[in-house]
Structures are given as C-alpha cells and as structure tokens.
C-alpha cells in the first residue's frame, strides 16, 4: 500500500496512458480496472477502489467523492479520471492541468494558505476596457461600446490569480469544440465518405443536431449574444453586433427548418426536398471565436509579463537591522523610511536607498538595460528591485512602498498600456462605417443570390449573407494597435525606457530633431578636477592645496570638483580666514598665510595680475571644454586649476546611431559657447545654442516649431521642464528631477543616450508593428467579405461555407496578435 500511495504520476506519459487512468475516487490511488475486484455504480458510472474501507466511505456519501477543487484555479475536477494528481503532507490533491500541478508543487504552502488568491479590490478602484480606456467605471462590469469586461485599473498586485474571463471563456470553448465535433460529423460526413446522415435519417439526424447546437448557442455563445446587443443598443456597431447576427441567423432558421420544415418553400428546398439545417455552421463559428478570444486573452496576459517581471524583482521580504543590532526578517510592507537593511550576496534590494557601509557590485540590467554592474560604496545610492552580486552593504531605507522608482516604473508601464495611440482613431473611424456597411453587404448578397442564385436559391442566399458577417467581423482590427501597444511598453520597461502613454510612443517614431541638455545628459554632471597648471617656481602640491583650501567654504559645484580632487590626492587643507565670494568673478581668501585668489580673467585683470605666462595654457584648456581657472598668491600668479563635466562614456557613439536613425541633435545649454562647442565638436553634434536660460529653451522649441520641425527634447534638471513640456515628445533622464520626470512623455531609468537609442528603435518598431498590423486586417476584409459574397462563384463554382469563414475571421486575428508579441524580442 506504501508503494501505491508513491504511485508516479502519468501526466507526462503519453496520452494513450493518461486516458487510461483511473483512479480510486476516495484516495486518489491509480487502480487497474481489469484487476480490480471492488466496484460500486453511482449516477450511471462505474468506480474502482483499491480497499473495502475506501468503498465503504465511497457508498456512504458519494457526492462528497466525486468531484474536487483545484487548489490553484479553482476548477473543478473529475477525482476518478484526473490525469494530475499530487500528495503533500498525506492529503491528496486534484489538478485540471499540469501546469497547476507543478505551480503547487513549487510552492504548496502558498495554494493552501490562500495567499494565490486575489485581494479584493481597494475601495476606490476604477475599471476600464482594455478596447476602450475612456470607458472608465466604478463597478467591474461590462464595456457598454464592446461588451468585453472590465479590468481594474491602476498597478496589478502581481499576484491576481488566472483571468475570471479566460477561464469562463476556456470552459466555454471546450464545451462548444466538444459538441462541434459530432455536429461535423454529421453534416459534413457524406464528404469523408460516412454517411452519417443516411444511416440516421434526415429528420432524426436534425433532431440530433438541434440537441448538440442549442446548449451551444444558448449557452456557451451567451457572453457574444450579449455583447452584440449591447452593441446595437449603444449604437456602437463592431465585431460582436456582425457574431451576434450571423450565428443567431444560422441557429434561428436552422431551428425553424428543423421544427416546421412544411412553412418553407421549394426555394428553399434541396433536389430531394429536405429543407437544409446549418447547426454546424452556428456551432462550429461559435467554437472558432472562443478560440480567437482565448488566444487573445492569452496573449494579453502575456503582455502584462513585464509588469509581473517587474514586480517580482522587489523582495517580499527584507533584513532589518534593529537598535539593538539584532537582526530580523520582516515584510517589505513594515519597512519604513530611515530603517537600517543589510543585503547579502545575492539577494535583491528591497527600496531605495543609501549604502552606510560596506562595498559591492550591483546589476541593475533588470530596470536600467545596462549590463554592465555598478560598484555601489558608502554614500552611493541603490535602487530597489537590483541584484546585489558579491559583498555585503549595509544601507538606510529612503524611500518605500509606492515612492520607489521600481513602484513608480510599474504605475508608468500600467498606464501607458491602457492609454490610445493617435493611430488608433483610424482602426475607430474604419469600424465605425465597417459595420452598418457589412450587414448591408449582407444583405444586397442574401438578395442578388435570392432573385439570381441556381436552385436552391434561398439556400445560398442565406449561406453568402451569414459568411460575409462571420468573415467581415473586425476583430483584427480592434486588435491590431492595442495589443502592440501594449507589448512595446512592457518590452521598454525591460529596456530601461519608460513610456508614459501610447502617443508619447507614436510621437517619438516621427520626430527629426532631438535637443538636448548638456549637462547630465551629454555629460555626467558632476565636474571634475582634470588639471593642476603650475607657474615655474611653484610647487603643484601647494598650488592645490592653497586652492582647494580657500574653494572648501564655497557651495559652487567647481568648487567641489577642486576640493575633491585636492583630497583625492592625500593633501590635509588648512583653515581659510576672510574668505570672499566675487559673484561672476571667484573667490578670494587667506590660507596658511598666505592672501590666495581664484577665479577667471575678470578677477585676475581687477587685482592688475598678468597673465600672459599663462594664457597659451588657459586657452588650450578652454578649447577642450574645461573650465580654466586663476590662482594668484600674494598678488602674483601661480597656476591655473581646470574643472570639466566629463562626457558620458557612450554618449559620442549613441550621437552616432541617433544620427543614423534619422535625428538631427542640437545642444541647448546654459553653459559658455566654448565649452559648448568643444563639447560638440568631440561628439558630432549638429547645431550648439550656448548660454541658454530655461525661459530661452522653451523658445527654441517653439522657433523649431515654427520652421515646420517635429521636436524631442532630452533633459534632466528642473530647468528643462518647460521645454520637456513644450517639446513634442519630453524626454527625461531617469537620474534627474522629479519635476522633469513629470514633464516627460518618455522616462530613460539610467540617464545616458544609449537609452535614447533604445526608445527611438522601440518607437519606430512600434508604430511598424501597427501598421503591419492595420495592413493585415485591412486586406483581409477588403478581400474576405467579397469572396464571401460570392464573387468567385461564376468564375470557379466556389461559395465560401460559414465555418470557413470563421476559421478565416480567427487566423486573421491570431496573426495580428503573432505579430504584436514579436514586439517581446526586439533587440534594443
């Protein structure tokens, strides 16, 4: 018995063996049928048990053995004929596939706590179409333009559990093909060579079909049913009005035919005079659709894959350093700002923060696109949701829950797959018109085959009109932008680039000039000590060092670079005295007594220093885009100290791949217009504007304008968000200020150009990608409706049959979601 209760499972055994199985209703044990001895029938069936007790329990109460729930669905399933079946801590579980199996068996503990379920919704929670995102309701109902369900908006949990509508939908199509199957049969046998039909008798063989049909119809095709006369009601004609009608057409004459055969006319009669039925037609159309919409949900989920990738890149939980120094694992919920987490090798970070102490290396790939690890230090900042690789840092929460960038990522993706492109107003204005002419199509078609059709001529009348709605039905259409949409935002967000919203995208693929800061966007940023100019008979050691000395009680960010570089090299500064600011100048003071000076010509010329034994270098220095600045001590001149932004390492190679996507780039910068030059000359940029203010940005956006130029703007500070705004398309480094961010259509996490490169190839990708798709479902109806008409008939004697309509009106759609996921693996 031991033995039997480790019995292997089957479901990856051939099918012949997995139909075989039958196991005992009450322990789940596999027992052979042939061999078994101890049997009992209930409701007509037969059950096999592997002891007396189990039978015993069995005929006690039945019911309580028949069926079980699938712990991960929710399904329902059959205990004596479960293919997938699982013991864990001596209780047995039934699964209604083996993809809910090996969900179970990777983390038990989470299906049977009820933690897989879904929360119920915060209070508050809007619900929108995902066809239609300006149909926005405080109820999960139903579209009132398409009749599909609503979706919760805002971030998903990560954790919903499967779709409510494609597992109702999953249910609703095996049921229809189940039934389908024997209806072709029937109908379609003769022409295997089985005639069914003969061997049952015309009336019978109805009488047969209308029992497979109705449950069908009536049943499983209720959701279409319903959508489609909402549809009519609101006035808002598409794909499941053209479903509604066809498929009720089918089933509502067939049923009469069937019912009251003597009402119909010879018209309508075949040579042997039997009055058609088209149940299969009805059924099988049914069928086809929910398998279009079962690949289609699918497929939706899968684009939500991104969002759920990153979701699942947070911890669920973090390690807290108490004020004791104990140590404690507690959910990321009950971190809060200020608490102490320490991260060890290879585990992820949980919010953003700052290392306080140790040293390592961080992959941040997963929400920057950068490969390349980070080296994170004390001081350093860290995002949640990066992989720590190798030390243990120690770090101070920032900040948490929905303030992360990682939460705040998410937010963004979840709203720019629910927003329209500005493409889509086409496939919307093409459905709008579509519909009204397809029915009318239908029925020019019903009549000219009515009055001018070969006998049967009712017959092909009513065959022609419901393969022309079958066929006709636009659901490519509909699909066609947003489900590219909605793949292109998730494959950005691996990427690094995140898209706001779906014209932001459409933007950004036809823009031909790109402007951009300098500062932080071209370059770092963060100025640096790159020169120590020493005059002859002065030592370079104390010139940095009296330098930095009197730049320590300066805020300005040159100063800062200077004061870092003097440290940087080991030099102990000395206390300044008298210090003095010169606004536009430099600074003067005394340090380790002696009287210092730094700053430009200005300041250098009013304190009559000569500086011609120097200006050779000042001007090489400034011709390489540094900022070259005087030392004088004790009223003679010294040295000169240079500071530069140094240029981000792949920013010339990503000016050359921007040029090369058809970008015209010009640098709009409030720096000097030789430093702004040198900057440009060493990168290839095409047109400078230097010493720009903020106000002045915002006009040469709008001077482009005028010269008829479609504009993107790149930048980083809070200078740069009237221009991000005014800009046709905003786009904001990652690492910049939050009021750029929100002035941004585009948001690159890691602020350097290779992102750029990645958000034009992905826009131009994109907008393709749509209008592959608008192009598919374009000419498959403009070439699909008339072939369903009858147009090749008196050419080839062909008549398109309803089923093959929509199989034709499936792959139609099942190709424009193929082509939407190729979208996935784009390479950035």
Known sequence: MRQQEHSPDYCSHSDFQAAEIVRDPVCGMIVDPSQS???????????????QSCRDRFTADPEAYLRAEDPVCGMQVDRAHAQHFHRHEGRGFYFCSAGCEQKFKADPERYLSGRHKPEPMPEGTKYTCPMH???????????????????????????????????????????SALLAIPLLVIAMGPMLGLPVREWLGERVANWIELALATPVVLWAAKPFFHRG????????????????????????????????????????????GAVPVYFESAA????????????????????????????????????????????????????????????????????????VEGRSLLDESMITGEPVPVEKQAGDTVTGGTLNKNGTLIMRAEKVGSDTMLARIVEMVAAAQRSRAPIQGLADRVSAWFVPTVVIVAILAFVIWAIFGPEPSM??????????????????????????????????????????????????????????????????????????????????????????????????PLAEAIVEGAEAEGLKL????????????????????????????????????????????????????????????????????????????????????????????IMATGDNKRTAHAVAKI???????????????????????AQGAKVAMAGDGINDAPALAAA????????????????????????????????????????????????????????????????LYPVFGVLLSPMIAAAAMSLSSVSVIANALRLRNLKL
């Not at 979706?151 to 494609?166: A, C, F, I, Q």
């Not at 007594?593 to 090489?620: K, T």
């Not at 047109?687 to 106000?695: F, H, I, S």
């Not at 994109?766 to 598919?776: G, S």
């Open 37 to 51: 001895r101890l049997r009992a029938d209930y409701g007509g069936h037969h059950y096999h048990f592997c002891s």
């Open 133 to 175: 995102p300006e149909i926005i309701s405080d109820e999960p109902e139903s579209c009132p333009l398409c009749g599909m369900a609503l979706e919760p908006m805002g971030v998903p949990t990560g954790d919903e559990g499967p779709n409510p509508e494609l597992v109702d939908f999953t249910k609703r199509f095996w049921v």
């Open 229 to 272: 006369w909402q549809t009519i009601v609101n006035r808002t004609p598409n794909m499941w009005t053209l479903i509604a009608i066809g498929v009720g057409a089918a089933y509502g004459y067939s049923l009469v035919a069937t019912l009251f055969p003597d009402v119909f006319p010879a018209s309508f009669r075949t040579h042997d």
């Open 284 to 355: 099988v159309i049914v069928a086809l659709v929910f398998l279009g919409q079962v690949l289609e949900l699918q497929a939706r989920a899968r684009t939500g894959s991104a969002i759920r990738a990153l979701l699942d890149l947070s911890p669920k939980i973090a390690r807290r350093i108490e004020i004791n120094g104990k140590e404690n694992d507690v959910p990321l919920e009950d971190v809060h700002v200020g608490d102490s987490l320490r991260i060890r090798p290879g585990e992820a970070v949980p919010v953003d923060g700052v290392v």
């Open 459 to 556: 017959i092909y009348a009513i065959v022609s009109a419901v393969s022309v709605l079958i066929i006709a039905c636009p659901c490519a259409l509909g699909l066609a932008t947003p489900m590219s949409i909605m793949t292109a935002t998730g494959r950005g967000a691996q990427g690094g680039v995140l898209i706001r919203d779906a014209e932001a995208l459409e933007r950004f693929a036809h823009v031909d000039t790109l402007v951009v800061d300098k500062t932080g966007t071209l370059t770092e940023g963060r100025p640096k000590l790159t020169d120590v100019v020493a005059i002859e008979g002065t030592d370079r050691n104390k010139l940095l060092l009296l330098a930095a000395s009197l730049e320590r009680g300066s805020e300005h």
């Open 574 to 665: 000395a206390t300044t005295e008298a210090f003095e600011s010169l606004t536009g100048k430099g600074v003067a003071g005394t340090a380790s007594g002696h009287r210092i000076a730094l700053g430009n010509a200005a300041m250098m010329n009013d304190r009559s220093i000569d500086l011609s034994a120097l200006a050779d270098d000042a001007a090489r220095l400034q011709a390489a885009g540094k900022t070259a600045m005087f030392v004088a001590i004790d009223g003679r001149l010294a040295g000169i100290v240079a500071v530069s932004d140094p240029i981000k390492a792949a920013a010339k190679e990503a000016i050359g791949e921007l040029h090369a996507l058809g970008l015209k780039i």
């Open 683 to 705: 990168l290839g940029i095409d047109e400078v504007r230097a010493d720009v203010l903020p106000e002045e940005k915002k006009a040469l956006i709008d001077e482009l304008h």
């Open 728 to 791: 046709d398309v905003g786009i904001a480094m990652g690492t910049g200020a939050d009021v750029a961010l929100e002035s941004a259509g585009i948001t690159l996490v890691k602020g350097n150009l290779s992102g750029l490169v990645r958000a034009r190839k992905l826009a131009k990708a994109t907008i393709r990608n749509i209008k592959q798709n608008l192009f598919f479902a374009f000419v498959y109806n403009a070439a699909g409706v008339p072939i369903a008409a009858g147009l």
